[in-house]
C-alpha cells in the first residue's frame, strides 16, 4: 500500500512539473481588452 501511494505522489509531482515547463503561465488572449487584463501594481488604468 505505501509503495502505491509513493508512485502516484511521484506520478503526480512529474505530470505536475512537465505541464509547468510547457505552460509556464496563463497569457490572456489578445481579444481580451486591455482594462479587464490583471494589471502590475502602480500602473494606471
Known amino acids: 500500500m505505501r509503495s502505491f501511494?509513493?508512485?502516484?505522489?511521484?506520478?503526480?509531482?512529474a505530470s505536475m512539473?512537465?505541464?509547468?515547463?510547457?505552460?509556464?503561465?496563463?497569457?490572456?488572449?489578445?481579444?481580451v481588452p486591455a482594462v479587464?487584463?490583471?494589471q502590475e501594481p502602480g500602473t494606471p488604468r
Open 5 to 13: 501511494v509513493t508512485c502516484t505522489v511521484l506520478a503526480t509531482v
Open 36 to 38: 479587464e487584463k490583471r
Open 17 to 31: 512539473a512537465v505541464a509547468a515547463q510547457v505552460h509556464p503561465r496563463f497569457e490572456y488572449p489578445e481579444s
